[in-house]
């Protein structure tokens, strides 16, 4: 092991030193306050968290920080590939500024600054402008390891449902197959396209074979592009990430191309990074929400900078404004597509088209979908900030929580919390994006713990009833009058 490994591999040891001394010290007051419970003989988990990624570990360690221990993380994937980083994400690093802090709950030796001085040195972090994603993946690894999430892999969810005042959630794992296991609480932590699916457009699928077109969401071979004219749909971060991704492989050309008229090149994510709108969007009235939310989706979010150079230092690289594909086919086994400005013929198209929110389209989610509340359910925009495709949103509580349509029959699915992209109507930065992660587990940490402990108040108004454990237990006077 070389000289700086081992000084790594040392300053890692101290700083898990400092992480277990700075959470001791602000863990007061300590006693564990939920009792365990049992159903069908089954010990029930008081929280069940899906998703072990960013989210699902940061919420699990702010219900730590609670008190709340008795908690369970699901994930389908393998063991540190979870969430999207080292699996189909094409970034070369985060897009958000190094700074950035929320899984570490205000704990300083657990912030990622902490660990990638200690990983890498301090002129490694002065130096870095952007994390790169295979560290904020090892940052999250490590993360899950030094606060003892408790994971478990290669489980995947296939049904939520009610059982008395339980959530019966089934699974499929190395362990059997519709295994159902009881929780108080369950959240969904399961990403961008948590909430419904990655969108292929029909003008594709209706089209092409599936072995000619990809979607940004899932994991592609980049060697296979090799060679290739490649055809990009869509202008945001992750369409330009798999095209330079497939200009680094060889393709032999990429053309991506935007519907809008202008490149998008201000980004409303840095003016929302302030506290005020992290912490407090959720308290917005529904009207307040909607605008921020739907001028959102009509201005868009910019490439970064070094993503733009990363696809343009390519000269085999051209991009297309005021380009909507208006129809694709398949010729003479080329892909043919067509656009205002012109006809266009590649081998291989890429669709960076984001998740569409359609919670009937999720599987695991097939009882809750119908009895959810949509805000088309529940908010009539202005024809301003009309925009058909926000109405799908759920219509979430002010804890993350799923609210029902008709409550009088479907009061269970609130016991049942949204922590995705699906979130963002809602609830602002605060479902699966960097940015609102810190915000995003305080509220929902806080919702969680405060929904478990009114549910419990009679247990706890009996036990209280019936404490008499004495703090005087010493009625005489003192050996030493002097020292009273």
């Known amino acids: 092991m070389s000289t700086n490994m081992s000084a790594g591999v040392e300053r890692v040891r101290l700083l898990e030193e400092a992480v277990a001394r700075e959470v001791a010290v602000t863990a007061y007051p300590t006693p564990e306050w939920l009792a365990p419970r049992e159903h069908d003989g089954e010990s029930v988990r008081d929280v069940l968290i899906v998703g072990a990624g960013q989210a699902g570990l940061a919420l699990a360690f702010a219900l730590r920080r609670r008190a709340i221990t008795n908690v369970e993380i699901w994930d389908e994937g393998e063991k540190g590939s979870e969430g999207p980083w080292i ?137 296979s592009m090799r060679g290739k004219r490649v055809g990009v749909l869509g202008g945001g971060a992750s369409a330009f990430d798999y095209a330079g991704s497939a200009l680094e492989s060889g393709a032999a050309s990429v053309d991506l191309f935007y519907r809008r008229a202008v490149v998008p090149r201000v980004n409303p994510f840095r003016w929302m990074e302030f506290y005020g709108f992290g912490a407090h969007f959720p308290d917005l009235c529904d009207a307040d929400k909607w605008r921020f939310t739907a001028r959102f989706q009509q201005t868009n979010q910019p490439v970064p900078q070094y993503t733009w150079y990363r696809c343009t230092r390519f000269d085999e690289f051209t991009w297309h404004v005021s380009s909507p594909w208006t129809s694709v086919a398949l010729v003479d086994d080329e892909i043919e597509v067509c656009t205002p400005s012109g006809v266009y013929r590649f081998d291989h198209v890429i669709a960076g088209t984001g998740p569409s929110v359609d919670l009937a389209a999720r599987p695991e989610l097939a009882e809750l979908a119908p009895r959810v509340a949509r805000w088309r359910d529940r908010y009539e925009p202005p024809q301003e900030w009309a925009d058909a495709s926000l109405g799908e949103y759920p219509y979430l509580g002010g804890g993350f929580e799923f609210l029902p349509k008709n409550s009088e029959v479907d009061g269970w699915v609130s016991r049942v919390y949204d922590f995705t992209y699906g979130a963002k109507l809602s609830m602002g930065l605060n479902g699966n994006m960097n940015s609102g992660l810190g915000a995003g587990t305080r509220r929902l940490g806080e919702a969680v713990s405060r929904s478990l402990f009114v549910e419990d108040a009679d247990d706890f108004f009996d036990s209280y009833h019936s404490y008499d454990t004495p703090e005087l237990v010493d009625l005489g006077r003192p050996e030493d009058s002097r020292s009273a």
């Open 87 to 223: 699996t189909y994400a094409k970034m070369h690093t985060l897009r958000t500024p190094k700074y950035l802090a929320g899984p570490d709950q205000g704990v300083p030796s657990l912030t990622a600054e902490a660990w990638y001085r200690a990983q890498y040195g301090d002129e490694a972090w002065e130096e870095l402008r952007f994390i790169e994603k295979e560290r904020w993946q090892e940052y999250l690894v490590w993360f899950r390891a030094v606060t003892g999430a408790q994971v478990r892999n290669h489980t995947r969810v296939t049904g939520i449902s009610p059982a008395d005042d339980l959530i019966a959630v089934s699974s499929e794992s190395p362990e059997g197959v519709n295994r159902v296991t009881y929780a108080r609480r369950v959240v969904l932590a399961t990403g961008m396209a948590g909430n419904g699916r990655w969108t292929v457009p029909k003008i594709l699928s209706d089209a092409l074979p599936a072995d000619r077109y990809n979607h940004t969401g899932e994991q592609v071979d980049m060697e």
